[in-house]
């Protein structure tokens, strides 16, 4: 039976949850969305988005190499993003202080090199690795149970890293001088949350694929953010958004077959476009 | 009652060259002390030192009692040329919480009532009220005023009821009649309550009428006194080890001329 969308919710409901494949999606999508709603929402307090595009794009030479190797895809995606994440937080060290400009160029380079790898690792590899389209644009339908209790291990570790580093973090995210000189360890929280946003995206690109990781990951939190100043309420709406995006993008994937990646970047753009504009219109 | 700062023969370099040596320097409680100086005499230098950010290459540092950075909890800190730009969106009330439990460990979880958080809070309304920053602190930081940020960073580094506060050119790029109001602020939180401020400051002229003295580095080295006593042609000329002549303008403004490293600085009109 296909599914058919109508306005009857139970039905609905019940052609989602009617496939085991489809449970476990909407566990590992919802699971993926509230590590994306948390982690993202320090990527743009600290502007970094850039670094983590560049951590997505470490997926592809993740799971070329794994294939290569003869591995599952998940450890060479946790693998290359947290691999990556280390290289740009030292890299971008000058003299033991954290330098913006090498830090753009690192980022950069360590994306290209990342892209270069990826193609390598697939021409070496010779077969045809599941198909580049579902690693780029993502895809439901083949997520087991044990993958989604990977994720739920990866988001509570940093969900328990967040709650312990969160007041710091967030200190050295607004303003670095006063934290430090408050006995933040500033640089130290800065590589561990590196780390943990390669951790996030690693779990997230297996989901919605590598490209489009960075919307769940930055369009929530951005939209959240403008929205509101509170630093509680703007959390909780980024939670709020990433989860409700992603079951929207996913209902919205399974009744039309269109790819999830697109489903979830186009219902998070718009709902950022909605608060940008209201904020413009506001003044 | 001993002496809330206290340097003897202080020394510190930086980077292999020394950035003054030799400096006494006393601080008493509630005293308002300008430090000025041209660019890289070493005025930030001295504060990063109290702070136990820079260490003494000889000599000896006291502050409140002990060696620097330890007695960090007393010390209130605000550093230099920060300003958040409108893309900022975190409210000026979260940016002061900051300064009393920013360093902690842990996630402040939605909900709380506990005994701490109440104090917490009415501590943040009691520095807010003091700055006179009640009328903007839900604002996010970035649509202040620049005058509005510095009022509320001052309520920042004040949140923890500092008894010695480092204030680092926290005049710089605010308007003249900002000056002034914040020059008399931070006078009045220092007569109030009695807190040591010392002020880093690249032109004396706004903070003339409300200083107690004034600790002026140059060329490696410092002199303190009221401003009447070191802002004058003999005591900079000997300071700097050039001819340097101060002019007081009919508005008392007083105005240094020949000066190296800053010819426009000192009594230029903003």
Not at chain 2, 157 to 186: F, G, H, T, Y
Not at chain 2, 239 to 253: K, M, P
Request: glycine letters at 10%; charged letters at 15%.
């Amino acid at each position: 039976m296909n599914p058919s969308f109508s306005i009857n919710p139970v039905s609905d409901l019940n052609q989602l949850l009617q496939y085991p494949f489809m449970v476990n999606a909407l566990q590992a999508g919802t699971i993926v969305a509230v590590i994306a709603a948390l982690v993202g929402w320090f990527v743009v307090l600290r502007r970094e988005t850039f670094v983590c595009h560049t951590l997505s794009v470490m997926s592809f030479p993740g799971a070329s190499g794994a294939a290569l190797a003869g591995l599952p895809l998940a450890p060479g995606y946790f693998l290359f993003a947290v691999g990556g994440a280390l290289a740009i937080a030292f890299g971008s060290r000058v003299g033991g202080r954290r330098s913006a400009m090498q830090e753009s160029a690192v980022v950069g380079t360590v994306g290209a090199v990342a892209l270069g790898l990826g193609f390598l690792f697939l021409s070496l590899y010779g077969g045809i690795l599941e198909s580049v389209e579902t690693l780029l644009f993502g895809s439901f339908v083949g997520i087991s149970a044990g993958q989604v209790q990977t994720l739920l291990v990866v988001a509570a570790l940093a969900a328990a890293v967040l709650a312990v580093i969160g007041r710091p973090l967030f200190y050295a995210s607004v303003d670095e001088r006063s934290a430090n000189a408050d006995g933040v360890p500033v640089r130290a929280l800065s590589v561990i949350f590196l780390v943990l946003l390669g951790l996030a995206v690693a779990a997230i690109a297996q989901i919605v694929g590598v490209l489009l990781t960075f919307a769940l990951l930055v369009a929530p939190a951005a939209t959240a953010q403008l929205i509101t100043a509170r630093v509680r309420l703007s959390l909780a709406l980024a939670l709020a958004l990433a989860v409700s995006e992603t079951w929207a993008a996913m209902t919205l994937s399974y009744f039309t077959n269109v790819a999830l990646g697109f489903a979830v970047t186009t219902i998070a753009l718009a709902l950022y476009a909605v608060a940008r504009a209201v904020r413009e219109l506001r003044g | 009652m001993s002496a809330v700062v206290e340097l003897r023969g202080a020394t510190v370099t930086r980077g292999g060259s020394t950035v003054w040596s030799g400096v006494d320097i006393e601080l008493a409680a509630g005293e308002f002390v300008g430090i000025l100086g041209p660019n890289g005499a070493g005025k930030s230098t001295f504060l990063e030192l109290l702070l136990g950010l820079q260490a003494l290459q000889a000599g000896s540092a006291t502050v409140l009692g002990a060696a620097p950075g330890e007695r960090r909890q007393r010390i209130g800190y605000l550093p230099q040329r920060r300003s958040f730009d409108e893309s900022v969106r975190v409210r000026g009330r979260d940016l002061v919480a900051l300064g009393l439990d920013g360093a902690r460990w842990g996630t402040p979880l939605p909900g709380g009532f506990g005994a701490r958080r109440s104090a917490a809070r009415a501590r943040i309304d009691a520095v807010i009220a003091e700055v006179g920053a009640g009328a903007y602190a839900n604002r996010p930081i970035g649509e202040c005023s620049g005058g509005e940020q510095q009022r509320l960073l001052i309520a920042q580094a004040l949140a923890r009821s500092p008894e010695l506060l480092l204030l680092d050119e926290p005049l710089d790029s605010l308007d003249l009649p900002n000056q002034a109001s914040v020059s008399s602020l931070v006078q009045r939180l220092c007569r109030e309550q009695n807190i040591t401020v010392a002020l880093v400051a690249h032109d004396v002229n706004p903070l003339l009428s409300y200083l107690d003295r004034v600790i002026y580095f140059a060329r490696g080295r410092a002199v303190s006194g009221t401003p009447a006593e070191v802002i004058t042609t003999d005591t900079l000329s000997a300071l700097y080890g050039a001819g340097v002549e101060v002019l007081r303008r009919s508005d008392g403004r007083l105005v240094v001329v020949g000066q190296p490293d800053m010819p426009a600085h000192h009594g230029h009109e903003h």
